[in-house]
T-cell receptor, first 113, second 114 residues
Framework: ETGVTQTPRHLVMGMTNKKSLKCEQHLGHNAMYWYKQSAKKPLELMFVYSLEERVENNSVPSRFSPECPNSSHLFLHLHTLQPEDSALYLC????????????FGPGTRLTVL | GNSVTQMEGPVTLSEEAFLTINCTYTATGYPSLFWYVQYPGEGLQLLLKATKADDKGSNKGFEATYRKETTSFHLEKGSVQVSDSAVYFCALSRTQGGSEKLVFGKGTKLTVNP
């Protein structure tokens, strides 16, 4: 498999559930990102990891918990979400933190009931 | 601050029509500029980029020129196809704290009819 993959592609969860989103990049990149894409709003950068270290957390609520066990994998753990958290969650990677375009996965469409 | 403004959609064209999607930016310093495309059900794909003033990015028949004097990066294509139907995002990159961040516009949905 090539590029950036994300699983699951679709997820429906209740407000009390705990679930995780997975992202894997096969590009040998060192930086990975989580974005939230909501209707009628610009993409929102949530988290940035470089070489498995979190370098940015853009005031994201604690009900979203990222994990980066190695440079190829990135997780987003979800718990006690709200309906307004329903969105498309996109993962991206880049060669380094600076000076590189980002390559995106297909996203996970999350619906919170 | 840094921001990107692109024309509101949706845009509906007939096949072989000329396409322009306007994008203007506000930034400190000299950002790189990008156009990304998102086809239905997929993530964003890098379409083209320009890294300095007067650079022209091009790919798949699309072009955009980095205009510093007008702070613009308009996307153009001479003859669109049905397969170009997608959402197009203009973005700039800014370097902060040693990392490069992308700032996106809200996206413009393009529909091309046969």
């Amino acid at each position: 498999e090539t590029g950036v993959t994300q699983t699951p592609r679709h997820l429906v969860m209740g407000m009390t559930n705990k679930k995780s989103l997975k992202c894997e990049q096969h590009l040998g990149h060192n930086a990975m990102y989580w974005y939230k894409q909501s209707a009628k709003k610009p993409l929102e950068l949530m988290f940035v990891y470089s070489l498995e270290e979190r370098v940015e957390n853009n005031s994201v609520p604690s009900r979203f918990s990222p994990e980066c066990p190695n440079s190829s994998h990135l997780f987003l753990h979800l718990h006690t979400l709200q309906p307004e958290d329903s969105a498309l969650y996109l993962c991206a990677s880049s060669q380094t933190l600076a000076g590189a375009p980002q390559y995106f996965g297909p996203g996970t469409r999350l619906t919170v009931l | 601050g840094n921001s990107v403004t692109q024309m509101e959609g949706p845009v509906t064209l007939s096949e072989e029509a000329f396409l322009t999607i306007n994008c203007t930016y506000t930034a400190t310093g000299y950002p790189s500029l990008f156009w990304y495309v998102q086809y239905p059900g997929e993530g964003l794909q890098l379409l083209l980029k320009a890294t300095k003033a007067d650079d022209k990015g091009s790919n798949k028949g699309f072009e955009a020129t980095y205009r510093k004097e007008t702070t613009s990066f308009h996307l153009e294509k001479g003859s669109v196809q049905v397969s170009d139907s997608a959402v197009y995002f203009c973005a700039l990159s800014r370097t902060q704290g040693g990392s490069e961040k992308l700032v996106f516009g809200k996206g413009t949905k393009l529909t091309v009819n046969p």
